[in-house]
């Protein structure tokens, strides 16, 4: 490596399904059709609504640097969000709207994470998170989990696993990759044991709103001393917009001010106008119509992967990816990945990108594509796996 490139970079890890992606759209450039399941994407346009609100900004030529924290009016519209949602009364002063979910993780352990400390991470988990925290000079502490804790750190494991040099513990859920979930009496207990050693909870809540069967409590319903990161890109349909918000504690509210001051000035101010238009009744009422869409999508391919040979040790219960063992065809998810590009024409993304733990034989599938795609998908998979016993 260059002796000009910093040497945190070496620790930076890709994401591997970038090679799958870029190999995809050069098959596609040849003629090649190719069905998509590898990315975290909804297929569904941002509602009109939303992009008439944010092109009106723009003509309007309100498109000038907001405070750092956010429009107040955004940010007293998502408190009002928790109250109506949640029923949880947060303060718009501990609101902070960042350049998507990405921009609320890199404050909040930029306020919160010293050289040298460590993070508690479930192994499978999102790769960036880890990513996030050796840039700050942290160190990532994988916590292989299973079945049998549904995928999740537990208070029990964050108590096994906490060591003095600890400072955080991330918890997303529903999670990426599995889509499952805490239970409210399971997200009690993680919070309880950070706060019993004095550490800082930070909960991903970015796939609230695409829960299928039951309901998604915010950590802010047991503690005011916890972090929340959620985001406009998946329910809302927004990616593109790069905007997301972090709630913070009462005494966190000054340092990610003038940490946010620094590295952003502030979030798109058009994306921010946009947003205000995301919590109406009648947009709303469409993002449940599309969630139903992704239950449908779901139930499909959780039944067919399983009679394909697939094996699903949970079934998801939000965001709108299913996390496979594949060991039954190969050892080799990478390989089995690259192979089924090439020859099915189906991409996945395969279990390294997740973590170590049994990576190799876990893929995740992502149902952000049509129902028909999905059928489509599924054929090819299956005349795949019977070509080649």
């Given at each position: 490596?260059?002796?000009?490139?910093?040497?945190?970079?070496?620790?930076i890890s890709?994401?591997?399904?970038?090679?799958?992606?870029?190999?995809?759209?050069?098959?596609?450039?040849?003629?090649?059709?190719?069905?998509?399941?590898?990315?975290g994407?909804p297929?569904?346009?941002?509602?009109?609504?939303i992009?008439?609100?944010?092109?009106?900004?723009?003509?309007?030529?309100?498109?000038?640097?907001?405070?750092?924290?956010?429009l107040?009016?955004?940010?007293?519209?998502?408190?009002?969000?928790?109250?109506?949602?949640?029923?949880?009364k947060?303060?718009?002063?501990?609101?902070?709207?960042t350049?998507?979910?990405?921009?609320?993780?890199?404050l909040a352990?930029?306020?919160?994470?010293?050289?040298?400390?460590?993070?508690l991470?479930?192994?499978?988990?999102?790769?960036?998170?880890?990513?996030f925290?050796?840039?700050?000079?942290?160190?990532p502490?994988?916590?292989?989990?299973?079945?049998?804790?549904?995928?999740h750190?537990?208070?029990?494991?964050?108590?096994?696993?906490?060591?003095?040099?600890c400072?955080?513990a991330?918890?997303?859920?529903?999670?990426?990759?599995?889509?499952?979930?805490?239970?409210?009496?399971?997200?009690r207990?993680?919070?309880?044991?950070?706060?019993q050693?004095q550490?800082?909870?930070?909960?991903?809540?970015?796939?609230?709103?695409?829960?299928?069967?039951?309901?998604?409590?915010?950590?802010?319903?047991?503690?005011?001393?916890?972090?929340?990161?959620?985001?406009?890109s998946?329910?809302?349909?927004?990616?593109?917009?790069?905007?997301?918000?972090?709630?913070v504690?009462?005494?966190?509210?000054?340092?990610?001010?003038?940490?946010?001051?620094?590295?952003?000035?502030?979030?798109?101010?058009?994306?921010?106008?946009?947003?205000?238009?995301a919590?109406?009744?009648?947009?709303?009422?469409?993002l449940?119509?599309?969630?139903?869409e992704?239950?449908?999508?779901?139930d499909y391919?959780?039944?067919k992967?399983?009679?394909?040979?697939?094996?699903?040790?949970?079934?998801p219960?939000g965001a709108?990816?299913?996390?496979?063992?594949?060991?039954?065809?190969?050892?080799d998810?990478?390989?089995?990945a690259?192979?089924?590009?090439e020859?099915?024409?189906?991409?996945?993304?395969?279990?390294?990108?997740?973590?170590?733990?049994q990576?190799n034989i876990?893929?995740?599938?992502?149902y952000?594509?049509?129902?028909?795609?999905?059928?489509?998908?599924?054929?090819?998979?299956?005349?795949?796996?019977?070509?080649?016993?």
């Amino acid at each position: 490596m260059s002796k000009k490139i910093a040497t945190r970079m070496q620790g930076i890890s890709p994401f591997y399904v970038m090679e799958l992606l870029q190999r995809a759209k050069q098959l596609e450039q040849q003629g090649r059709d190719i069905i998509h399941m590898e990315i975290g994407e909804p297929d569904f346009p941002t509602p009109a609504g939303i992009v008439e609100a944010g092109i009106k900004s723009i003509q309007t030529g309100y498109a000038k640097y907001t405070p750092a924290a956010g429009l107040p009016a955004l940010r007293e519209r998502i408190a009002r969000y928790y109250l109506d949602n949640y029923h949880v009364k947060v303060s718009a002063q501990r609101i902070f709207i960042t350049p998507g979910a990405s921009g609320a993780f890199l404050l909040a352990l930029g306020v919160t994470l010293n050289e040298g400390e460590s993070v508690l991470l479930a192994d499978p988990s999102y790769p960036c998170n880890s990513n996030f925290i050796k840039l700050f000079g942290g160190m990532p502490s994988f916590v292989p989990v299973s079945e049998k804790s549904d995928y999740h750190l537990t208070g029990e494991l964050i108590g096994q696993n906490w060591a003095e040099n600890c400072k955080a513990a991330v918890i997303a859920s529903p999670s990426n990759p599995t889509g499952t979930m805490l239970s409210d009496d399971g997200l009690r207990a993680a919070i309880d044991a950070v706060n019993q050693n004095q550490g800082c909870f930070l909960s991903d809540e970015i796939y609230h709103g695409l829960v299928y069967d039951k309901y998604a409590a915010t950590a802010l319903k047991f503690s005011d001393e916890v972090f929340v990161i959620n985001s406009f890109s998946k329910y809302f349909a927004m990616t593109g917009w790069r905007i997301g918000w972090l709630v913070v504690p009462e005494a966190f509210i000054e340092p990610v001010e003038k940490l946010a001051q620094n590295i952003f000035i502030s979030t798109s101010t058009h994306s921010q106008a946009a947003a205000l238009e995301a919590f109406t009744h009648t947009n709303l009422a469409e993002l449940d119509r599309r969630k139903m869409e992704f239950k449908q999508r779901r139930d499909y391919l959780y039944s067919k992967l399983s009679e394909i040979g697939f094996k699903i040790r949970a079934k998801p219960e939000g965001a709108f990816y299913i996390y496979a063992d594949c060991s039954h065809f190969t050892q080799d998810s990478f390989l089995f990945a690259k192979d089924l590009l090439e020859e099915a024409g189906v991409a996945i993304t395969p279990g390294k990108d997740f973590g170590q733990h049994q990576a190799n034989i876990h893929v995740r599938f992502a149902y952000t594509t049509s129902l028909e795609r999905l059928e489509e998908g599924v054929a090819r998979i299956k005349r795949y796996i019977e070509g080649n016993k």
